[in-house]
């Protein structure tokens, strides 16, 4: 088996997720959400974002970016693939490279809010006394000051 085959796997694995990112990925997604659903019906409190992912999952999740996670992951495929191709032209520069790209994919990861909100709004529904529901709230107002999820969407004022 030569060093070409060795590698193969990750090679085909990189193009398929570079197509896969090409064909899939929106960057503003929750914009495109918000002219099905209106910009009115984008939340600005935490208690309202925490009853729209209860009420409608994809819409929330949407407008918090949960896509963005796929994306990333299909990017960080990517760069191990060019990673590994180009290690023989130039190991240092090479590495150099897929470190800073694999860390811009787990900040990106690490700073996506989706899926602690989501959380979030599953503890609150379940939440059994005001200091559970208070404390919830405290917590997602702090993970929203953060990460503004309506600045990419047009007309809310964000």
Do not use: C, H
């Not at 709004?121 to 200091?131: E, G």
């Amino acid at each position: 088996m030569t060093r070409a085959d060795t590698w193969k796997p990750l090679y085909s694995a990189g193009a398929v997720a570079a197509l896969l990112a090409a064909l899939l990925f929106r960057r503003n997604i929750g914009a495109e959400v918000s002219l099905f659903t209106g910009a009115e019906a984008i939340p600005t409190a935490v208690a309202d974002w925490y009853a729209l992912l209860q009420a409608n999952p994809f819409v929330g999740l949407s407008l918090l970016a949960v896509f963005d996670l796929v994306n990333y992951l299909l990017v960080g495929v990517i760069f191990l693939a060019l990673g590994a191709a180009l290690w023989q032209a130039n190991k240092s520069v090479a590495a150099l490279a897929l470190a800073g790209g694999l860390m811009g994919v787990t900040l990106n990861l690490a700073s996506n809010i989706s899926l602690t909100m989501f959380s979030f709004s599953q503890r609150y529904a379940a939440a059994t006394s005001a200091a559970q529901r208070s404390d919830l709230l405290t917590a997602g107002q702090a993970v929203l000051a953060g990460n503004d999820p309506l600045a990419a969407v047009p007309g809310t004022g964000a």
